[in-house]
């Protein structure tokens, strides 16, 4: 990993550990105060979500850095993104203490408001994303050997997270607002594996790269592991996907 830490990545840094922490600090309250782990009310989101966004948000830090894009682009990008991650774990949070479903809830105004948040902050991370993305494609990343292979697959592999997550949105949300609230909670359930094993590729393949840069093994050695590991990770997602179709 590179040594030099700019204050935004610093930044996104210190917000991502603070999520994460949030997401322990929850399972905690899960421990004592009880109840049911699955389901639309319960404390597991706000320990999910916060394990994972704040995962997600040190990892996209760390890997655009990798990334041929603006310094002063990439800051701003990087800055949004962290906000939005606050926001959407800040709302998911506070939907759990008040003991109501934090996405697709339309009982109230409140919570109406609260669900539409959560789905315009998805829209914003999709939009990022696909930004990040497509500069990975469009100028070969920086790096060590397999490193510019790993960031490409690991954020093509996150569109389909992303794709999938807008797929539960946007169902859920017909679902709801046609009068089927409890068919819109339940809808999510097929795409729920497949969001949660290509969400996280942009992490598990680059660092598997830079590990592999402190071996004494050949680039050509290195370099079949992480086409080996993004081959394994292509046919978990399939098999995800494949599980989503059979059950959708």
Do not use: N
């Not at 999910?48 to 997600?56: D, I, K, N, R, V």
């Not at 949300?173 to 795409?191: K, N």
Request: hydrophobic residues 55%; charged residues 10%.
């Amino acid at each position: 990993m590179k040594l030099h830490v700019r204050p935004v990545e610093l930044l996104c840094h210190v917000i991502g550990a603070l999520l994460i922490l949030s997401g322990l600090v929850h399972l905690v309250v899960f421990a004592v105060d009880g109840g049911p782990w699955y389901g639309p009310v319960s404390w597991r989101k706000p320990v999910t979500f916060g394990l994972s966004f704040g995962a997600t948000l040190i990892a996209v830090t760390w890997v655009t850095s990798y990334l041929r894009i603006g310094a002063r682009l990439r800051t701003v990008l990087l800055v949004v993104f962290a906000a939005d991650c606050v926001v959407e774990v800040g709302g998911i949070t506070l939907q759990a203490w008040r003991r109501v479903p934090s996405h697709l809830d339309m009982e109230t105004p409140f919570d109406t408001a609260v669900s539409m948040m959560l789905a315009v902050g998805g829209g914003v991370l999709v939009v990022l994303l696909t930004v990040f993305a497509v500069t990975s494609f469009r100028h070969r990343p920086t790096g060590p050997t397999g490193m510019a292979l790993a960031v490409r697959s690991g954020f093509a592999i996150m569109l389909v997270a992303l794709a999938s997550g807008a797929a539960m949105i946007a169902r859920g949300v017909v679902l709801a607002r046609t009068g089927h609230q409890e068919a819109a909670y339940h809808s999510t359930a097929p795409l729920k594996p497949l969001h949660g094993v290509s969400l996280h590729a942009v992490l598990v393949l680059p660092a598997l790269a830079w590990l592999l840069s402190r071996t004494s093994w050949s680039e050509t050695v290195r370099l079949r592991v992480v086409k080996v590991a993004v081959g394994c990770y292509v046919v978990a997602v399939a098999g995800a996907g494949v599980w989503a179709v059979l059950t959708y």
